[in-house]
Structures are given as C-alpha cells and as structure tokens.
C-alpha cells in the first residue's frame, strides 16, 4: 500500500511540473507574442491546399495580367492536379500569354533539388552546390515546422485537430494514445518528401549523397567531407561513403569539424524512431521500413547519368 500511494504521489508531482512547465510557456509566449491566433480548420486546409491562388489568377485575368494569371494556375494546379477547371485555365492561359516566370511562390527543398540535379548533370558544380546546400536548408526548416505542427496539435497530412481519441478508462491510457498520435504525425514529417523525388530511397541520403559529391567537384573538399561525415552518422558503415572521406581527408591533411547542427538533426530523427519503436513495437516498424522499400518508383539511373570519376565514388549501397 505504502509503494502505491509513493507511486500515485510521484507520478502527480511528475505531471504537475507538466502542467507548471506548460503554464509558464504559455504566458511568456502570451508577453512576447500576444494572444494566439485561432484558426479555423478550414482556412488551414485551404492555405495548404493554396486556394487562394484560385482566386488570384482570376482576378490577373479580369485585369488581362495573363501572364500573372498562368502563373498563380499553375501554382493551384500543382497543389490540385485533379481540377478539370484550372487544367482548362492552364491550357488557355498558355496559348495567349508569354510563358514567363514569376515568384508567386518560394521553391521547397525537393524542388530545389531537383534543379541542382539538372545543374549537377551539366557540370555546374559551383551552382549546383549552391542548390544542394539550399535544398538541405529548407529541408531541415520544413521538417522542424511539420513536426511543431504536430505538437501543437495539427496534423497536416489528415487536415484535423489531433488526437481524435476513442473514451478509454484511464488516464494514462489517454496519454499514451496522445503520445502515440503525435509520434506517427512526427515520423510522417521525416518522409515527407520521399515520393516526391521518385526514387525509392530515403530523401537526405541522397540529398547528401549529391552534395558531397558536388561539393568535392567544386573544389570544397572540406565541406565535402563534413557532407560525407553526416552522410555516414545516417548510414555507418556504408563502405563507399567511408572511402570518400578517406580521400577527401588524406588531400586535406587534417579533420574539419562535424556540422553539429545537421548531426543534431539526424539524431532527432532516429530518436523520434527509437520512441516509436519502443510504442508499436520493433516488428512493426521493421515491418513499415520494410514496406518503405516497395514505393519502387523509377530507377534515376545514378552511375551512368552522373559519371562520377575514377576516385571518389557515388555511393549507390542503399
């Protein structure tokens, strides 16, 4: 009984220091920023559906902006392929508007990759490195908001406040299934943009993979290693990989220094994996890796397209 009633008495200091720790946020936040703003869903969801860009490219047309207007459909298209109307709008603003481009919108880190692996395969390295890098960097900022997103209750792939709980009779049930809800929303963020790159591994592997590579081709063989030193703090082992940083560091002569903040990052990630491992289970995320495997969407051809030269080699062990 004694055992119990320390229990009970330990796990509610524990929980009161929650709820202080989270009052006090509260009110700083309420100092620096003011009240917060109250969405509704429905706002949410059509920002990130980008709705608005319906209604901007009507009003470019009714003020013969066409160009503009082509533009702002392409961008609701992008986000909408299914719509027959903007399909339509596409099509007639492309055959009587000059096709120019506008920055309606920033490019996120997938697209910015892609247009480094456009410049990479012609030979510019120095403007392909650039991309990489920019890539990496909206890569790591879009990951960190999609995970605040979920812990502040959104989940932005279901569009809807979480958690949607069914009644369970304790509270510590309550908490897990939270726990739990916010955790599959987080691991989610992590692979965001692996389909999006058509490939059927792991989207900062390969993002990696290039920059190294490029970075070294541009004449940074510093920056090239530290790239392959986080390269292998994902993938330990991977031998290829581990040879490159051998030749980047014998032509260097010394050891640069780790780029802690993107070594922080990847340490978040496989935490964010440890915990829910250990909630599902270990089978069961072997299972959902295992199955990550079979989104087989198209080889990218790597060897042959990038022809990398006889030394440092582009590590296809994945």
């Known amino acids: 009984k004694q055992w119990y009633q320390r229990r009970v008495r330990a796990n509610h200091v524990y929980f009161l220091s929650l709820v202080n720790a989270e009052k006090c946020t509260r009110k700083c936040m309420k100092n620096i920023f003011g009240e917060p703003l109250q969405l509704p869903l429905w706002v949410i969801k059509d920002f990130k559906s980008r709705e608005p860009y319906s209604f901007l490219q009507y009003s470019y047309y009714k003020t013969e902006r066409l160009a503009a207007a082509l533009e702002a459909a392409r961008v609701h298209l992008k986000y909408n392929p299914d719509s027959d109307m903007m399909q339509k709008n596409v099509r007639y603003y492309s055959s009587v508007a000059e ?7 920033q490019l996120d880190s997938s697209e910015t990759f ?3 692996m456009q410049k990479y395969s012609g030979g510019e390295y120095s403007i392909s490195t650039h991309l990489f890098n920019l890539s990496l960097s909206l890569y790591m900022t879009e990951i960190g908001r999609c995970k605040t997103l979920c812990e ?15 009644d369970t009779n304790t509270f510590y049930e309550q ?7 916010v955790m599959e929303c987080r ?6 943009f692996d389909k999006k790159i058509e490939s059927t591994e792991d989207y900062l592997p390969r993002l990696l993979n290039y920059l190294q590579f490029s970075a070294y081709q541009n004449g940074d063989k510093a920056y090239a290693a530290q790239i392959a030193r986080a390269y292998l703090h994902i993938k330990p082992g991977d031998q290829t990989m581990t040879n490159n940083l051998n030749i980047f560091l014998r032509t260097l002569g010394k050891s640069p220094d780790d780029l802690t903040h ?15 491992s250990a909630i599902v289970g270990k089978k069961e995320m072997r299972k959902r890796l295992k199955d990550k495997q079979k989104y087989v969407l198209g080889d990218m051809g790597l060897v042959s397209d990038l022809k990398p030269n006889s030394q440092i ?3 296809n062990s994945y």
């Open 99 to 105: 096709d120019i481009s506008l920055p309606h919108e």
């Open 175 to 181: 908490f897990v299934k939270l726990y739990h809800t």
């Open 187 to 192: 691991y989610k963020c992590v692979y965001k």
């Open 114 to 116: 892609k247009l480094g």
């Open 313 to 315: 080699l582009w590590t």
């Open 152 to 166: 502040t209750g959104f989940d932005q792939y279901i569009n809807r406040k979480i958690p949607n709980l069914e």
């Open 262 to 276: 993107l070594h922080a990052f990847v340490d978040q990630n496989s935490l964010d994996m440890e915990v829910l």
